[in-house]
């Protein structure tokens, strides 16, 4: 999708219907705006039902502060301006109340970036401001004045968070990014002390040496394929709606028959991904004028390895990553359905994604098709494309459970007798 074509009353109309739509924020709560190449700010209407909005409802604000529009401009109005005034460099704002940033808010603490690898360089520094009554100029300046400190995310005190980017895009994907945090750490913390990378961790990441893959031009696309690229979007889309995925992170690959495969693009919003998108690998080579996710030399291996693999998930739902950053063990020995689709979920080093490719490949036998990386990610193989996707599901709402069990009893786990029931019943 080419962003930049489409209107700023359509932009904001797009990003507030996720944000509602995925209940970061509510009815009467949140507002958007893109500052214009003509200097007019376009933002949400004051009192208008954010889950009915049309174009005609956003507000234009000009310059001379002329007011073009159906409706009064959002009562934030006065951040929003006070905000593009202190930095010339951010062209949008996104703000609302998504109830895990609520929860920070209320307790005057920032979610901490730090227990993934790529969240600390998609959010920025994140400052806190003040607490004042909203729609109050003394709350702009307060807002303004931690952005002038060069933060593009930043806290309100009992209220929730504002977000600026170089476009609306941008800054949707800091507050989802932020929003996913705050999410994680909350559920870790429902498990124990969250873990945080290190220094040397981040460097790990930053300095993996893989080897650049050449290019060549697809001659022809085969009906298979097609079909392929096809469910591969279905399923994508599914997953971000089911918030498996966020809008820059999760990969999806499948093999092919000739022992290709094709894998999602690197930095393209999974919401919008469409077949012409997906990136083909062959022989070694990619799709020219494509670049993949960066783990396609970890599918490409996995593939190698593993005839019975056909589709291959990278992910990192919630839940099951609140045991990826604590000590505590996803246990499959929940329900019968976990377990036959989970099997054995070891954890992996957090590096073993970076520096140790082969061996991490070498793990997805028959009897271990997921597998948990500490501080990353979860990987999750299947002999198909709906396989795969039906065991990432699994394993999220297997954690779900957990997470949730915990606070009214003692968990009781599937005994070894009924394991071997299982095993022989399925043929695991």
């Not at 729609?135 to 806290?155: H, K, P, T, W, Y």
């Not at 028959?257 to 693009?265: E, H, N, Q, Y």
């Not at 005839?307 to 998930?313: A, G």
Request: net charge negative; aromatic share 8%; hydrophobic share 40%.
């Amino acid at each position: 999708m080419r962003y930049d074509l489409l209107h700023p009353a359509d932009q904001i109309l797009l990003m507030m219907d996720r944000i509602y739509g995925y209940g970061m924020t509510t009815t009467s709560g949140g507002n958007l705006s893109i500052l214009d190449e003509q200097n007019q700010i376009w933002i949400t209407p004051a009192g208008v039902d954010k889950g009915t909005l049309t174009r005609n409802d956003i507000v234009c604000v000009k310059p001379d502060g002329t007011v073009v529009g159906h409706h009064r401009p959002s009562s934030e109005f006065p951040f929003h301006r006070l905000i593009y005034a202190a930095r010339p460099d951010l062209r949008a704002v996104v703000h609302a109340h998504p109830p895990a940033l609520v929860s920070f808010s209320i307790v005057r603490c920032i979610p901490d970036t730090r227990l993934l690898p790529n969240e600390r360089q998609i959010c920025g520094e994140i400052g806190m401001a003040e607490y004042a009554l909203p729609g109050s100029s003394q709350l702009g300046e307060n807002i303004a004045a931690v952005f002038q400190r060069g933060n593009d995310s930043v806290m309100l005190e009992n209220h929730g968070v504002v977000v600026g980017g170089a476009d609306l895009f941008q800054a949707f994907q800091r507050f989802e990014t932020l929003d996913f945090c705050a999410r994680l750490e909350i559920n870790a913390r429902r498990l124990g002390t969250p873990t945080l990378l290190s220094d040397d961790q981040f460097g790990a990441m930053a300095h993996s040496d893989e080897p650049e893959l050449g290019e060549f031009v697809p001659q022809s696309y085969g009906t298979d394929e097609l079909a392929i690229r096809r469910d591969m979007c279905t399923l994508i889309k599914r997953a971000y709606d089911q918030r498996l995925f966020t809008s820059t992170q999760g990969t999806f690959s499948h093999r092919l028959a000739d022992g290709s495969f094709v894998i999602t693009p690197f930095g393209v919003d999974r919401k919008y991904l469409e077949p012409e998108d997906l990136v083909r690998i062959e022989g070694g080579a990619v799709e020219a004028g494509k670049t993949p996710s960066r783990s396609v030399h970890l599918h490409k291996r996995i593939y190698e390895l593993h005839p019975h693999i056909d589709s291959v998930i990278i992910a990192h739902p919630p839940n099951v990553m609140a045991f990826a950053v604590t000590d505590r063990d996803l246990d499959s020995r929940t329900i019968p359905e976990s377990y036959i689709l989970m099997r054995q979920t070891p954890k992996l080093p957090f590096d073993a994604v970076y520096r140790d490719t082969e061996g991490t490949a070498a793990r997805f036998t028959k009897d271990t098709p997921i597998a948990i990386v500490d501080n990353n990610c979860v990987i999750v193989t299947g002999q198909n494309l709906l396989n795969a996707f039906d065991r990432l599901e699994v394993a999220e709402y297997s954690a779900k459970a957990l997470l949730s069990a915990g606070c009214l009893g003692d968990i009781v786990h599937i005994g070894p007798e009924q394991i071997r029931d299982l095993e022989i019943a399925f043929k695991l």
